[in-house]
């Protein structure tokens, strides 16, 4: 965990993204503010379109027009990421900050086989032989439970939990400082699913990277994250360790997504329907549908603050601010 007296790993200050086009602007984030301490795996939830992936391709500079940062900062160790020109960004990416998507398995190269994709990895980067990089590519393999014996399978010979391993295992060939997960398993079942995650946490153990690990499942991300971060409509409502949020979530939506994916050993409540709500520039478009009706979020948007040491929340102070 971050104490907060080192710097961080990363650091998102006030960070705003718009899509442009047709003289229209969507808010893709708007005033999002984290860190990520260093070996910290830190969560950032909420449903979809709530604005996770926007965050995480500003993170990693994968933005194209018509998104557009027009706010804040982000910043990693000592470097400015937002200032960094074609050639710094391309020396930046997978070895200082990786990125795993959620679709990633079906990147592979169907006509190559697995070994010689990873290894294409460390002898371009790496500057690896080719025998180094095959013995460093089985290495990969096994730190994510695959036999060396894969190397020599082709894509399609391997299952999509198999792949998605795969791609991790490239993301971590460099040694990354940070790990950026965008749904990774998403698209797989739910046994896979908790596989993969069991590994995720395994390999961070072992190469000690940070994690920024992205979902729209509550109950994955509380038994992975040290610290999480929930949006809604563009916006972080609250930040807080995984452990504290879930025994005792601050925010009203915090609590009905979580009420939305219980814990998986839990029974299973059916989807409340709360998270399509319209979002104006000025009033929370969880306004509607919030139980907590002391707070007035009809006419603004409340700000991310520190309740108590460590917790964050966006709620306007309990009772007297209606007129
Ligand atoms: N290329 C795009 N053009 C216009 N709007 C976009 C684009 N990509 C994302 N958005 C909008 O930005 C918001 C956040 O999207 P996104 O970051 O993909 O959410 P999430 O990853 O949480 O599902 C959504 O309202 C979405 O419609
Ligand atoms: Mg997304």
Request: glycine share 10%.
């Amino acid at each position: 965990m971050s104490t907060g007296s080192t710097r961080p790993v990363l650091d998102v200050r006030g960070l705003r993204v718009e899509y442009r086009g047709d003289g229209r602007s969507v808010v893709g984030a708007d005033d999002v503010s984290f860190t990520i301490g260093a070996g910290e795996i830190f969560g950032l939830a909420g449903e979809s379109g709530c604005g996770k992936s926007t965050v995480a391709n500003a993170v990693m500079r994968l933005l194209k027009p018509p998104a557009e940062i027009t706010a804040g900062s982000v910043t990693f160790g000592d470097r400015d990421v937002l200032a960094m020109d074609a050639r710094e960004l391309r020396a930046f990416r997978w070895r200082e900050i990786a990125m795993v998507f959620q679709s990633a398995m079906n990147s592979l190269n169907p006509v190559l086989t697995i070994g010689e994709q990873i290894g294409d990895v460390l002898t371009t980067h790496d500057k690896l032989g080719k025998r180094a990089a095959r013995e460093r590519a089985a290495e990969l393999l096994a730190l994510v439970g695959i036999a060396p014996d894969r190397l020599k399978a082709y894509p399609h010979q391997l299952s999509g939990g198999m792949r998605q391993r795969v791609v991790i295992a490239m993301a971590v060939a460099l040694k990354p400082t940070l790990l950026i997960m965008d749904e990774p398993t998403t698209a797989l079942d739910v046994v896979v699913q908790q596989e993969i995650m069991a590994q995720i946490r395994e390999l961070q153990r072992a190469l000690g990277f940070s994690v920024l690990f992205i979902t729209h499942d509550m109950s994955l991300m509380v038994e992975l994250s040290d610290r999480m971060g929930v949006m809604y409509g563009g916006r972080l409502v609250e930040v807080a360790g995984a452990e504290e949020l879930f025994a005792r979530p601050l925010h009203p939506y915090t609590e009905a997504l979580m009420n939305a994916f219980p814990p998986l050993t839990g029974p299973r409540r059916e989807l409340t329907g709360l998270f399509d709500a319209p979002r104006t520039p000025d009033s929370c478009g969880f306004h509607a549908h919030c139980p907590d009706d002391r707070r007035d979020c009809s006419t603004r948007i409340p700000d991310l603050r520190e309740i108590t040491p460590g917790r964050w929340a966006a709620l306007t102070p309990a009772g007297g601010t209606t007129p």
